[in-house]
Each structure stands twice: as C-alpha cells, then as structure tokens.
C-alpha cells in the first residue's frame, strides 16, 4: 500500500492525526525513502515507537509475500497434477480435450493444418495375463514415454484411458500424420518390455483425423478411434 505524490483528503488528514497521535513530527511533503515509505513519509519523523511498529509490519508483509508465493507455486503444482495421468504422466483425457479445443481455434484462425493420432496397444491383456500386471503398466508407460519423446514442443500426447493414447499434432496435414504414425508405431514395436528372462513385445495399432474447426473435438476423437479400430481389425 504504497501512497506518493500528492494525498488525497481526507485521508491526508487522518492520517496526520493518528501521526500525531503516535508523537511524530510535523509531516514533511517529500518523497519517502526508508521503511515508512508505503506511507508516504521520512522515518525521521516518527517517534521510535512508531519506527518499531512499522518494522514490525513490513517483516509481516514480507512473510506475507513469502506464503502467497508458496501458495501460487502449489497451486500451479496441484493444477499440472489434475492435467497428468497419473502412471504414464502424460495428459489426462480432460487436458487433452482442452488442449484439442484450442488448437481447433489456432486452426481456424490461421487457416494452418493439424491433425489428431489415436493409438491403442494390441494385447495388453495378454501382456497382463502372461507377465503380470506391473508389465501391463510399464508397457503403457513406455509407449507414453516414446509418444512424448518423439513429438514437438507443440504436439499434445495424453492417455485417453485404459490402453488407448492420443497425439495432437499441430501444423501437420493427414499425410504428415499418417507417416507420423507410422514412425510411432515402428518405435513402439522396437522397445519391448525386458523382464530379465522374458521380453514382452509391444504393437499398437493407430487411427488418424485431420482437425476440422466445423467438428467438436470428441467428433474428431471418436472418427481417429473408428479409423484405429478399422486397423486393428484389419
């Protein structure tokens, strides 16, 4: 609450009163330089209680600053939480959506491409079933780890759920997507899960949608899933 410069009445005058009331001098209209700054005043002019007494309020302020700092890092923390998976720590479902909406908006305003992959591990269950379920899940952590790490600072990549993923591909038209696609798929399927005395394979099958702005975005999900689900059956 910093006040500089000319003072409004009748603040001014209140505030001359309680000064006076605290035994400090006559107020001195001149720029403040010192820990009374924030009230527009010198610290010469006030009486070595009153000087305690603001010590003591900016050292509050200042712890004050300190925990709406902390608070606002937790915060972030707590948000980027509720937009992770929790296992694979990509983008949940809910963020990916989001993040499919505004890149739709990117598309329809600058008229630039983008495309949507959809992509769904083969056999999980059987993975599960012959390995264990810890295989189960380091498999979907290691295609979320492959997707992420072989995509643009642009691109989006979140778990959909289960055993199915999806990549946002922004300035990417169906061609560009479908070789990228594919280029997914091939690292995939080279990185099996290594058990030590076994190695579980890894396959995936793929569907790709290019963004459309005239289309929600679970239009466009649900279409890159049917083209997966073609695939797979195929």
Known sequence: MKISGARAEPFAAIRRQNLAEAGAKAVVESPAVDQAEFLGISETELSPAVRGAIAMLVLELEDLRTEVRRLKARLLEAEAEADEDPLTRVKNRRALIRELTRIVAFVQRYESPASLIYVDLDDLKSINDRFGHAAGDAALTKVAEILAAHV???????????????????????????????????????????????????????????????????RMIADADAAMLAMKRG
């Open 152 to 218: 643009r600072e642009s691109d989006v990549v979140g778990r959909m759920g289960g055993d199915e993923f999806a990549v946002v591909l922004a300035q990417a038209d169906l061609e560009a997507a479908m070789t990228k696609a594919e280029s997914l798929a091939a690292l995939i399927a080279a990185e099996p899960i290594d058990g030590g005395d076994w190695l579980a394979p890894i396959r995936v099958s793929w569907g790709v949608r290019q963004v459309d702005p005239a289309l929600d975005p679970e």
